[in-house]
């Protein structure tokens, strides 16, 4: 069952409980279980606390038969996720937590389930954010969003899923230039191409994500959770066609990480100067 908080907040009638952390706030309302990333200081960046709350809450949802959608949103006005906290990682601090490394980026993006889940994207979201995005089945975005993959700014690779999906959800030459350059897409252009299911005023979007999961919610769950398995290929809690895909990018950003690029790249975001590379 979805975990409820001994003394919720102020709810309305549809609100069946909540719990909040210092890092996500999770709520159950109708049908649909509405996980927020709490960091708006750090722009919703994910550190260990984000990855255990949100895994857990996944698997949750996934075993409580009440619950038939899952919307991922961020708190604040900002963003709806900056990605991976890259100052923690500076700090030598795990993102993943130990255990949980097969979920991935905040226990998200390589743990899929029957529900149908829906990212609602509200302003940024670089890196990790966007491979939040990708991940989820449906988008509804602000018109204020922005997606990207600035990773090889950084001297690192996009490690949770964005590399191959990209190219997957994007035409392959403009996601390629995106994946290269670091370069990132407005809301507007990511509508045209596809990539998200509609855009709306930055106040519409959580809004708008519940409405998409109501109309979910009102068909037999049963037959919508086989037919989302169907359709993206998950078996026993995993997608088989992914697995070589994951297993090549654990192996490149294994190398990369451990480059003298990707050191000088997080110490050049941490001290706010341009890198200096080396190629090594």
Not at 86 to 103: F, S, T, V
Not at 222 to 240: C, E, F, N
């Amino acid at each position: 069952m979805c975990r409820t908080a001994p003394t919720p907040p102020a709810s309305g009638p549809d609100r069946k409980g909540s719990t909040v952390t210092e890092s996500v706030v999770i709520v159950q309302e109708g049908h649909t279980l509405v996980i927020t990333i709490n960091r708006p200081e750090v722009r919703n960046a994910v550190d260990m606390s984000v990855c255990l709350a949100i895994g857990d809450a996944l698997e949750d949802a996934e075993q409580d038969r009440d619950i038939r959608t899952v919307v991922l949103t961020g708190a604040g006005e900002q963003a709806f996720c900056s990605g991976a906290d890259l100052k923690a990682i500076a700090r030598g601090e795990p993102i993943i937590p130990p255990g949980r490394e097969a979920w991935g980026l905040a226990g998200y993006v390589n743990h899929p389930i029957s529900k149908p889940t829906i990212a609602a994207v509200n302003g940024l979201a670089l890196g990790g954010g966007t491979e939040l995005a990708l991940a989820s089945d449906l988008i509804v975005a602000s018109e204020n969003a922005v997606f990207g993959l600035p990773e090889v700014k950084r001297g690192r690779v996009a490690g949770a899923g964005g590399a191959f999906r990209w190219t997957r959800q994007l035409p392959e030459r403009l996601a390629l230039e995106l994946l290269l350059t670091g370069g990132s897409l407005s809301a507007e252009a990511a509508l045209e191409h596809h990539l998200v299911n509609r855009v709306v005023p930055a106040d519409r979007v959580r809004a708008e994500a519940l409405l998409l999961a109501d109309a979910i919610g009102a068909n037999g769950p049963v037959a919508v959770q086989a037919t989302k398995r169907i359709a993206k290929g998950i078996s026993d809690g995993s997608v088989p066609a992914e697995a070589g895909l994951w297993e090549h990018t654990a192996r490149e950003a294994a190398a990369v990480n451990a480059s003298d690029d990707a050191r000088e790249g997080l110490a050049a975001f941490a001290e706010k100067r341009a890198p200096q590379w080396t190629g090594r």
